[in-house]
């Protein structure tokens, strides 16, 4: 019998103690201290937060901070910063986009990846996942508990369930034998009144659940009961859905001294090209408009764009546009230069090529060069093609 349905691939990223951990890596003097963020312990506020070393006192998310207080007096309470959190939220999803640009998130530290998309550039699910988690953890020095399935449902449940450092994959022919030994609460929208509630029913399992007729759910729990009767056997249909299109790739290098040779900016408008040209190929996206940008010594700036006839993702049409774009620029020493591509569409690996044979050998070339750059790292093909052009 032969497959029809494409199935989704879903990995749900949940940073462990997000604020605690972002606290511990700013001041080293708060590493192994139970810390708890959230404010004053004498205010009336709750817990947002709380480290694992805290855990180990009973703390938890939402408790009343006076009670995380009378628990542990010695822990450390701060208020949240929130602008340290959004930006190492921005950091972690700087990792992601470089594996796929459908990613949901449901708060600073959490969210849903669809990457479906991607794995004929990058192989597996799993790998996907382990390569995020040692990313993340190398990168930003945090913890994220990473879960992977077909939907967003089992996935979360993955992560939920390894927490904390976990790494959780539920795959569809073990999926009931998962999920039916386990509590009701663990049912996406099963709240403590709900999951209260089967329980007076003597429902304590999700087996006790699916072993239920749907109109006997339906009934106790209206519309939400259909969705019962479908999580309980581990479907979940809803889509993974990016609150934000991704406008432009760009990247951009400030200099240590300032630029004053022309052959050395066009050495690394070619480096910067690259590294777009891979990341929208990675990313499954293409452009039309190519940027240059550049800041002056005396921190003017200036940009300029060419908008091609047909979208691209190829290192050397960004390229020969952003090349192109730099003459008559270097009228100042030069202090930071960004290349960029807006205007952006989805291309898929097995698209037509719109472009004559040519391209089509280009497009070859460049893919074979992005499987060895994943094998050997960045610099292994950079180097000798940038010799290449320079002949
Ligand atoms: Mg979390």
């Not at 709380?50 to 703390?59: D, H, P, T, V």
């Not at 050395?264 to 891979?278: A, C, K, T, W």
């Not at 009228?331 to 090529?353: A, F, M």
Request: net charge positive; with cysteine; charged share 30%.
């Amino acid at each position: 019998m032969t497959q029809v349905t494409k199935l989704s691939s879903i990995i749900h990223c949940d940073m462990d103690a997000f604020y605690a951990s972002v606290e511990q890596l700013s001041n080293p003097e708060l590493q192994d201290k139970p810390v708890v963020i959230g404010g004053n312990p004498k205010s009336r506020g709750v817990v947002a937060t709380c480290s694992y070393e805290a855990r180990k006192f009973g703390i938890r998310s939402a408790m009343p901070l006076a009670e995380a207080f009378r628990r542990c007096p010695h822990a450390i309470f701060l208020p949240p910063d929130f602008s340290k959190y959004k930006k190492a939220s921005k950091e972690m999803h700087k990792i992601f986009y470089d594996y796929t640009p459908l990613i949901e998130p449901i708060s600073l530290d959490e969210a849903f990846l669809d990457v479906t998309g991607s794995l004929n550039l990058f192989g597996t699910v799993e790998s996907i996942g382990t390569e995020i988690k040692q990313r993340v953890k190398q990168e930003l020095g945090l913890t994220v508990s990473v879960g992977i399935a077909h939907n967003k449902f089992l996935a979360k449940l993955a992560s939920d369930m390894s927490k904390p450092d976990g790494f959780l994959v539920i795959s569809r022919e073990r999926l009931q034998e998962f999920l039916d030994p386990l509590d009701v609460g663990r049912i996406w929208g099963v709240g403590q009144k709900t999951a209260q509630r089967l329980k007076n029913l003597n429902i304590r399992t999700i087996r006790d659940v699916r072993l239920l007729d749907k109109r006997i759910l339906e009934n106790l729990f209206g519309s939400y009961g259909h969705q019962l009767y479908l999580l309980a056997r581990g479907i979940d249909n809803r889509p993974v859905e990016s609150d934000r299109q991704v406008k432009s790739v760009g990247r951009e290098i400030t200099f240590a001294v300032d630029i004053t040779a022309y052959d050395q900016l066009e050495r690394v408008v070619m480096e910067l090209s690259v590294d777009v040209g891979r990341h929208l190929r990675r990313t499954q996206m293409q452009g039309k408009t190519v940027t240059l940008k550049v800041k002056y010594n005396d921190f003017k700036t200036i940009t300029r764009s060419k908008t091609l006839d047909i979208a691209a993702n190829l290192d050397e049409i960004i390229y020969s546009e952003a090349r192109g774009l730099l003459e008559n620029t270097l009228t100042k020493p030069i202090r930071l230069i960004g290349v960029s591509v807006h205007n952006l569409t989805e291309k898929s690996d097995n698209q037509l090529s719109l472009f004559g044979e040519g391209e089509e050998s280009k497009s070859k070339l460049t893919r074979a060069m992005d499987i060895v750059r994943d094998k050997f790292g960045e610099e292994s093909i950079t180097r000798a093609r940038l010799l290449d052009v320079k002949d």
